[in-house]
Nanobody, 114 residues
Framework: QVQLVESGGGLVQPGGSLRLSCVAS??????????VGWYRQAPGKQRELVAT???????RYADSVLGRFTISRDNAKNMVYLQMNSLRPEDTAVYYC??????WGQGTQVTVSS
């Protein structure tokens, strides 16, 4: 079994930055070949896939965050990160780390407000 735990959320002003972290534990032997990523969900809105990271350094981003967010990973530490810059109020959501296709964390709240 695999567990994912996110951290790093909080309150930030528009234009500010946050870095989210996600640590995987349990059966992480194959962490380096997992497809991992982040999704978010705001109240009253559908879940949105934010970013993914897969083997070979392949990354994908939602159009809404492209150029502002960067996903990265440290396979030696079983960690996934999401660097969020130029934050906007519409980025406010609970952010979840996931391992495709079957595991996700508890979420961390990101609030962008002046």
């Amino acid at each position: 079994q695999v567990q994912l735990v996110e951290s790093g959320g909080g309150l930030v002003q528009p234009g500010g930055s946050l870095r989210l972290s996600c640590v995987a534990s349990g059966n992480t032997f194959l962490f380096s070949i997992w497809t991992v990523g982040w999704y978010r969900q705001a109240p009253g809105k559908q879940r949105e896939l934010v970013a993914t990271s897969s083997t070979g350094g392949k990354t994908r981003y939602a159009d809404s965050v492209l150029g502002r967010f960067t996903i990265s990973r440290d396979n030696a530490k079983n960690m996934v990160y999401l660097q969020m810059n130029s934050l906007r109020p519409e980025d406010t959501a609970v952010y979840y780390c996931f391992k495709y296709p079957d595991t996700w964390g508890q979420g961390t709240q990101v609030t962008v407000s002046s």
